[in-house]
């Protein structure tokens, strides 16, 4: 029987999650104490991305929102904290390219070499993403399970003896769907309320909306 682990997000949160479990997992199997193929991952996330999560998105955050922390400690691997700033100038070519109208913080004047970089969140996006990526096809490669709901939200969950049922919305169509899990971590980031007062925003995302009021410009 299959041991079926779920990751209720898609975020930054979630994809460190997956990136620790597979090498966790990988290294077991090498050891010959775990089957692979008994093993399953289940990921949901609301949008149709999996990696940056609403706030690394270059769908919500603006060119201006940068990282409020040194692009040197913000890996997401186990012991490497400069992964995601080694990753930056690897790809730095092709990064200025796909994100040609960050003009103001080009890669050049920030410098390789400093101590502290702050990049737009979109950049941290990209390395999310690519992290995301490189860990479902490891684990695929090692054998494991994995199942990707993209625009889905899961809205109940109920403990059925040692498993845990999830309902989840498909939110393209509207349409309910279910499946059962072991084991759930909740990685689905801040809740905000809405609210109907004038010029107040509960949630920084999406920062385009700040544009549209015209009591913001």
Known sequence: ?????????????????????????????????LDPSKIGIQIYEKQDIFGPGFPHS????????????????????????????????????KLEKHFSNFCEFSFETQGYRQECNHYPRAIMG?????????????????????????????????????RISLTA????????????????LLASGHWFEETGQDNYFTSPWPAKKLRRNPACN
């Open 169 to 184: 919305k498909d939110l393209s169509s509207e349409n309910l769907f279910s499946n059962d899990s072991d084991r759930v």
């Open 126 to 162: 990209e390395y999310l993403k690519t992290r995301f990526r490189e860990s479902v096809q490891a684990a695929q490669e090692a054998g494991i399970a994995v199942k990707l709901y993209p625009s889905s939200e899961v809205v109940d969950l109920k403990q059925q003896d040692n």
């Open 1 to 33: 029987m299959r041991f079926n682990f779920a990751i209720i997000g898609g975020g930054l949160t979630a994809t460190s999650m997956l990136c620790h479990i597979v090498k966790r997992l990988q290294e077991k199997a090498a050891l010959r104490r």
């Open 58 to 93: 270059d769908k919500y955050a603006l060119p201006f929102h940068i990282t409020n922390m040194c692009a040197s400690d913000m890996g997401i691997m186990k012991g490497k904290p400069g992964d995601f700033q080694d990753w930056v100038k690897i790809n730095s070519d």
